[in-house]
C-alpha cells in the first residue's frame, strides 16, 4: 500500500482530473468548454447549502433514503462464515443506486439553464433513473442504448417511453453499450448549449468519474454510520460488482481511508476469464483511452476495444471508471471475477433465503460472498452493496430456466 | 520546455507546402480518407488520386473501432476498413508504399489515442514510413505533451484542433503548443454534418489567424466548391472528407473510386483557385 495511504488523507482526483496516470479528459476540443463549466459549477454547488438542501431533500422524500443496512441471516446461516450485510439500494425509487447520481446531475442541468438532458443506458437502469427525473424537473430527455440492447431489456425501455423520454437505438459497432455512449458524445457535441449529458458511471473525462463517484458516495456515507449503529463497528470487507463501477465507488469511497477494511470489486467474468468471453478489464485488461478517460480497458493488440461479454447488462462493457484503475494499482481496492454461472448461482441463493431479487449485476457481488464467506470467521462482517434489483432481468432468467413469459 | 523541442524539429514536408502556397497566394486543400476503405487496394491509388486532382496534404484516417467524434459516413468507413481486418502497421505500410511514387505531399496520420498507444515506438516507426503529422481527435493539449515531444524527435507534427466552443484564452494557449497547422473545427458536431456557417467561421479564424503565424486550416463539414471557397477566404486552407468517403463507399473497382476522388477534389480545387 503507498504511503499516501498510510496517512489516512485520500484525496483524488486532482485539480484536471487525474488519478494517479489514470483517468483526465481525452475529448474533441468542442467539449472542452462544457466540461470546464459542469467542473466549475459542480465545485461551486457542493458547497453551496441551498443545493445541498434540495438534493438532501429530492433524495429524502423522492428516492426513499436512507436505503436500510439489512443483516441477511439465513444466507449467513447457510454459507457458515461471516456475518452478511447487505446494503438495500434495490429499495430506492427505480429499483437501483443510479437515481442518486441522476438526481445530483439534472438539479446541476437546471442551474446551468440547459432545458435537455441525454443519457446513455445498457441495461435500462440508467436510462430510467434519467427519464424519472427528467420527468419529475420538466427536462427533454432523450437516452440513447444498442439496438441489442432495446431487444434484450424491453421492459425497460416501454418504461423510460411511459415518463416521456425518447429512446433512441443504437445501430453502430456492437450494438450495446459502449456504442450508445459513443452516440450520446455525439449528440452531446452537436447539442452542447442546451444539453447536458449525464453520464451514468464513474466513467467518462473529467469531472465526471468525480461527480458521479461523490453522487453516489451516500450509499457508503450511510452505510458506514448504519454499521457503527448496528454493529458498533466497521466492517471487515466491503463488496461491490464493478462495470463502469458507480456503485462499488459509492461504497467503497467513504471506507478508502479505513485501512482496516478490504475493499473487492467483483467483475464479469463472463464464460470464464480464460476464455476471454468476459467483461472485466481490471483482471485482463491493459492500460488503454476511452470515453474521455484513460483506464484499464479490453482492447486488442491494435488498440481497437473488444467485444465483451456478460449476461448482465450492465457490466457488459470494455472499460472501467479510472479511480478504480487507481485503487487497484495502488493496492487499496482488489479486484476478483464471477462468471455467468456463478452469478446466476448467487442470484438464486439470495431469492430462495432471504426473498430478495437482485439484479445479474448485483450477483456478481454476492457471488464472491458465496465463494468467501464460508472461509471467513463468524466474526467477520462483510458489507454487500444490493445495487439494484432484478425485476428487469425476470425474462433473461426465465429464458436460461427455458420458461417463457412472453 | 517541450513546446520548444516541438517548435525545434517541425516538418520540413507541411512547413514547405505552406511557405509555397503562400508564395503562390493559393490556399491549402487538405483532403481526407479513411485507410483500408473499403479493402486495402483502394488506399494508395486513392491517395495518388487525390493529389493529381489537386491535393496539397493528405490527411489518412486509422480505423478505430469507437470513432466518437465522427459521423455516419465516416463511422461507415471506419466499419468498413475494420471488417478487412486493418492494422496501424498496414496504414504505415500504405504510407511507406505511397512515398515509393510521392516524396513531397504530406502526409497526415488521423484517429483516436488508443490506436497510437497501442503501438511500441510509434514516432520513430510512423516517421520511418513518411508520415508527416497527426491529428488526435481525443487528445487536447493539457493531454498532449508527452506524445507532442515524442513526435517532435522524429520531425512530425502535433496538429491541434480549435473548436467554436474554444475561448479565447483557451484558443491562445492551443496556438502556443501548435505544430505544423491549426485545425479550425467549423461547426459544433460531428464530421459531415451540415449547416456550416461561413460567415461565422471567417470571423472567428480571421481573429485567430491575427495573433500567429501558423496557418490555419477549416475542417468539417466541407462538401461542395462553393463552401469551400468562402471558407478558404479568411484560413489558409480547407479540409474535404466525408464527400470523399461517400466515393468510397460507393464503387467497387479501385480505379474507378480513384477517378471519381480526382474528380471530386479537381472540382473544389478549383473553386478554390477561382476565390485566391
Redesign the interface.
Known sequence: MSEAFESNNYAQPTE?GHFGEFG???????????LDDFAALYNQMKHDPEFKRELHHDLTHYVGRPTPLYLAERMTAELGGAAIYLKREDLNHTGAHKICNTIGQALLAKRMGKPRVIAETGAGQHGVATATVAARLGLECDVYMGEEDVRRQSLNVYRMKLMGARVIPVT??SKTL??A??EA??DW?????NTHYIIGTVAGPHPYPMVVRDFASIIGQEARAQMLEQEGRLPSVVVACVGGGSNAMGIFHPFINDLEVDLVGVEAGGLGIDTGAHAAPLNNGKV?????NRSY?M???????METHSISAGLDYPGVGPEHSYLKDIGRATYSSATDDEAMHAFRILNQREGILPALETSHALAWVVANAPKMSKEDIILVNLSGRGDKDILTVADIDGITLI | MITAEAHARPNTRIKRIFAQLKEQGRKALISFITAGDPSPAFTVVGLHALVAGGADLLELGIPFSDPEAEGPTIQAANERALAGGITLKQVLNMVAEFRQQDDQTPIILMGYLNSVLAMQDFATKASYAGVDGLIMVNLPPEEGNELQAQLAACSMDLIYLIAPTTTEVRAAEIISKASGFIYYVSLKGITGAGNVRTDEVGIRTNALRATTEIPLCVGFGIRDAQTAAALSEQSDGVVVGSVLVEKMAAGSDPAVVSQSLQDTIADIRQGLDQQS
Open positions: 484536471d483526465g479528459r481525452f475529448v474533441a476540443e468542442t467539449l472542452t468548454h462544457a453502430s459497432g459502449k456504442d455512449l459513443n458524445m455525439r457535441v452537436t447539442n452542447v448549449d488503454g483511452v476511452l470515453h474521455g480497458l482492447s486488442d493488440d491494435d488498440g481497437q476495444i
